[in-house]
């Protein structure tokens, strides 16, 4: 049951340049939390979201959350090489366990 | 340091042979959960268990088997391997309630 579809599926970018990938999902959530996941190695948590907050920062990452859409955004500002990575997002709700959609592929080229 | 870990990191073996694949976390936490990732299908749920001897069958159940008998470890346990079972896998765990999971590195297991 996956609810959560990241677009564009893969995202190819110069370094300095920012990279926003978008995160749509079906139902209503408590929180929606993104991920990145170097090749072929564990994910590792990035931010988390709760459906009462509209943005979170931290570092050069930005995820904004728009409940009335059914969507939130996650922005890397001035991107790296070491950037480069799938990014998911995943959804939470009420006692379900998290849903990951499929992915955004970034590359950022040096 | 904390931290999931799983073994082996990478399995070959043949079809119908017994496997199982152990997870362990040092971080006392309640929920546990294993995901199989495929080319095009991203993550998606094997089992998951919200406590000791309590767990659920997540989206693809069909031909895995689990057992949480200690809080810290969380085995995947495949009877009867098939070729369609080739996949990365994936060991997570996170406190409950609303947290963030923490993945283990991993297990590439080959089913020919």
């Known amino acids: 049951s996956q609810q959560g579809e990241e677009d564009p599926q893969a995202l190819s970018i110069q370094e300095g340049e920012n990279a926003t990938m978008n995160c749509s999902y079906k139902?209503?959530?408590?929180?929606l939390q993104w991920y990145r996941q170097n090749s072929g190695r564990g994910l590792v948590h990035l931010i988390l979201?709760?459906?009462?907050?509209r943005e979170k920062h931290s570092g050069r990452l930005r995820v904004t959350l728009d409940t009335s859409k059914k969507s939130s955004s996650l922005l890397i500002t001035a991107s790296r090489a070491a950037d480069t990575a799938s990014y998911f997002c995943?959804?939470?709700?009420?006692?379900?366990?998290?849903?990951f959609g499929k992915g955004t592929r970034l590359s950022v080229i040096a | 340091e904390a931290q999931v870990t799983q073994n082996p990191r990478y399995l070959i073996t043949v079809t119908g042979k017994k496997l199982t694949v152990t997870c362990s976390q040092n971080?006392?936490?309640?929920?546990m959960s294993w995901y199989r990732q495929d080319p095009g299908l991203g993550l998606r749920q094997i089992y998951y268990?919200?406590?000791?001897?309590?767990?659920d069958k997540g989206d693809v159940p069909e031909g895995y088997k689990v057992s949480r008998k200690e809080k810290r470890n969380f085995p995947l346990i495949l009877e009867s391997p098939s070729p369609n079972q080739t996949s990365l896998y994936f060991c997570a765990s996170s406190l409950a309630g609303e947290h963030e999971q923490y993945f283990g590195p991993g297990t590439r297991l080959t089913v020919t």
């Open positions: 268990s919200m406590n000791v001897e309590v767990t």
């Open positions: 139902t209503s959530i408590n929180n």
């Open positions: 995943a959804t939470e709700r009420g006692n379900t366990p998290l849903v």
């Open positions: 979201i709760r459906s009462n907050e």
């Open positions: 971080m006392n936490h309640e929920y």
